[in-house]
């Protein structure tokens, strides 16, 4: 039986060491600006996102002085504006923060799916790390759980993500 090494999410990876692979990981070079883009839409849920994402952030060391914050209407604008605070070259990564609940028709597919879509294609057209932080939940109650609940804070986690993915490019030499 094969053992899996377990990273601090939990994840298994290869057996690196026994490989003589290196892992590109480092912390994310010092004075990175970073722009979160949050939707009013849903806000108290999406508040408590964005009070993650910037703890997360300013735990990790990066000052006030290096964030911006700009809130949109939904999910559906936030490629939109990530999109324009990528092409001002004023920010090295961005955190996007929303929420949508599916309701009876099908519109919540689509905004869950053309908002994730915009965003990734920002990131990729613009060589920039963009964190996807919309939530997509069946209910209200996945919601809050998922906003500093049961199920963590999903705006922290982005956070988070966004500082490693600087931290892997930077080891990367990208």
């Known amino acids: 039986m094969r053992q899996h090494h377990q990273t601090r999410a939990g994840a298994a990876r290869p057996a690196l060491e026994r490989h003589g692979v290196p892992l590109l990981t480092g912390a994310p070079p010092a004075g990175v600006r970073i722009a979160v883009l949050a939707s009013t839409f849903n806000g108290a849920i999406v508040d408590r996102l964005a009070d993650g994402a910037l703890g997360a952030l300013r735990e990790a060391g ?24 990528a092409a001002s070259g004023r920010c090295d990564a961005i955190v996007a923060l929303g929420c949508v609940i599916r309701g009876e028709t099908s519109h919540y597919d689509v905004i869950v799916n053309e908002s994730a879509r915009g965003l990734m294609q920002v990131s990729l057209e613009h060589r920039l790390p963009v964190a996807n932080g919309v939530l997509a939940c069946e209910d209200e109650d996945q919601a809050w759980a998922r906003a500093g609940g049961a199920q963590g804070n999903k705006g922290a986690e982005a956070a988070e993500a966004v500082l490693a993915l600087l931290g892997t490019l930077r080891a990367a030499g990208a």
């Open 62 to 85: 990066v000052p006030a002085s290096d964030l911006a914050y700009a809130q949109v209407a939904g999910a559906w604008e936030l490629p939109q504006l990530a999109a324009r605070v």
